[in-house]
């Protein structure tokens, strides 16, 4: 079974501090991780998805097997990164059905 | 880039009625799409997963005579919440999944039911 973890419900930083959402993984095959990102009153947006290893808005997250996690993390966070941040995985494969799994999702509010 | 356009964004119905939601790939084909509902401040509990052409799947505990899902083309696919209660009322969102486009999951902006 896919399982995501997120372990905080809220992330409260002072703008231009580092900010690591956690993500942590259970699956049996070899899964796909995005982060997924909800501002306010909009719909879900894909921030990264770990296979393209890009960064975007400053955003990186590193696929650790080992751990099974798939941390979020900027090193300077700006007020418009508050928001509602989402880790989801997806188990390719046919018998898996590609299904999309979120986590419970992580606040980030990002404080002046 | 891929978009998806779910409609209506917001619906009011009566208990006993029912309800349906279209969820439509504009610019690519979805070979499976998903239903999602959200509670508020809560996350995205995946319902179902449709391909075109074939009876949708639904997630343990998801009732399939209530939440009616057609896949009718590679394009669309409806979910009609039937005999409505005011349970019911959520926040629901669609996803298409193509082999098209950058991230294969697209979202749709999501329907507030609410049912009265």
């Known amino acids: 079974a896919q399982r995501v973890t997120q372990p905080e419900k809220l992330l409260s930083v002072f703008k231009g501090a580092p900010v690591e959402l956690k993500c942590n993984y259970s699956?049996?095959?070899?899964?796909?991780l995005f982060w997924y990102v909800q501002y306010s009153r909009q719909r879900l947006q894909l921030l990264l998805r770990?296979?393209s290893r890009e960064s975007i808005k400053g955003f990186t997250a590193d696929l650790n097997k080992g751990e099974t996690s798939f941390h979020l993390k900027k090193p300077f966070a700006q007020e418009e990164d508050s928001a509602m941040y989402y880790c989801?995985?997806?188990?390719?494969?046919?018998?898996?059905?590609?299904?999309?799994?979120f986590g419970a999702g992580t606040i980030l509010r990002v404080k002046s | 880039g891929a978009v998806v356009s779910q409609h209506p964004s917001r619906v009011i119905c009566k208990s006993g009625t029912s309800v349906k939601i279209e969820c439509r790939s504009l610019?690519?084909?979805?070979?499976?799409m998903f239903w999602y509902r959200q509670f508020p401040k809560q996350s995205l509990m995946l319902m179902a997963t449709?391909?075109?052409?074939?009876?949708?799947?639904?997630e343990q505990g998801v009732e399939k005579d209530k939440f009616l899902i057609n896949h009718a083309s590679l394009t669309l696919s409806t979910l009609t919440v039937t005999s409505a209660h005011p349970e019911d009322s959520s926040f629901y969102i669609c996803?298409?999944?193509?082999?098209?486009?950058?991230?294969?999951?697209?979202f749709g902006s999501g329907t507030r039911l609410t049912v009265v």
């Open positions: 449709s391909n075109e052409g074939s009876k949708a799947t639904y």
């Open positions: 610019d690519f084909q979805a070979t499976t």
């Open positions: 996803s298409a999944y193509g082999l098209e486009g950058v991230n294969g999951y697209t």
């Open positions: 989801a995985l997806s188990g390719r494969g046919e018998e898996y059905g590609n299904k999309l799994v």
């Open positions: 770990h296979i």
């Open positions: 699956y049996s095959g070899s899964p796909e």
